[in-house]
């Protein structure tokens, strides 16, 4: 069997975790048998990338960049389809060669669907306000996020577009709850 073509790969089995569902689309996209290694934490898939047990992991790039920096890992690519601030001198999975891939986490403030929209829009102007703070700029930065503020019409459009995305990412992955 062709080393190159099998490849191994864990991820933390959690609803709010895509790196299972970013594997099973680069397998997909690549054509490459991926195996799927169900690790109880990421702490733990970690150290067995940080070991050489396990050949690749998707994680925040953050969170590895210390040890890359150290010379203990090497960030092969980020899944976005623009390079990381945090790490510049790595490439997209996109310019790698994987044409289009894009698995990207996103956080959004959300509430009860019956709030008025005077409340939306006052909350949306403040949240944008503070996320335009040098000061929260840093520190997002620091943590390797790179934040996006977007009104209450476009972030609908964008949540539902990345839910299109996911299912189909599930089904490509034939994921299914037990």
Known sequence: ??????????????????????????????????????????????????????????????????????????LLATSALTRSQAAKDTPTLHEAGVPNFEVVGWFALMGPANIPESIMSKLNAEVSRIMSLPETQERLASLGFEPLTMGVNASGAYIADQLGKFKTMVNAAGARVD
């Open 1 to 74: 069997m062709n080393k190159f073509r099998t490849a191994v790969y864990p991820f933390k089995i959690m609803t709010d975790r895509v790196g299972h569902l970013a594997g099973a689309l680069l397998g997909q996209m690549t054509k490459t048998n991926m195996v799927h290694i169900p690790y109880k934490s990421s702490d733990t898939a970690r150290t067995d990338v940080l070991g050489g047990q396990v050949g690749f992991m998707f994680d925040n790039t953050a969170i590895f960049l210390p040890h890359a920096k150290a010379g203990k890992v090497r």
